[in-house]
């Protein structure tokens, strides 16, 4: 038997970026992929937390298959920054490494 607990909320498909107007805090991590980013994806949620007066950090080294290294490596900026909110922009690869 094992049990699984995800402490935190997670919010996904059409309208969910709405919810970033309603979250509280200053910072925040973008957790994508160089190709999403390059093609202007994470914009939107950029523009959003940006709007709401959050400072941005963004963790684009979200590779196919999310491995350990990478997802300590997003965790570390994530504490080296502070952020209060961490932002998965992308499919199960960026989902999986933010979780991570």
Do not use: H
Request: glycine residues 8%; proline residues 4%; aromatic residues 8%.
């Amino acid at each position: 038997m094992w049990f699984y607990c995800a402490p935190r909320k997670i919010v996904f498909g059409e309208d969910s970026l709405d919810e970033l107007n309603k979250i509280q805090g200053k910072s925040a991590l973008i957790v994508t992929d160089e190709v999403l980013l390059n093609l202007g994806i994470p914009q939107k949620a950029i523009e959003i937390l940006e709007k709401n007066d959050f400072k941005i950090t963004i963790f684009d080294q979200v590779s196919y298959e999310p491995s350990i290294p990478m997802a300590k490596a997003g965790a570390e900026l994530a504490t080296q920054e502070q952020v209060d909110w961490i932002v998965a922009i992308g499919g199960g690869s960026a989902i999986d490494c933010a979780k991570a």
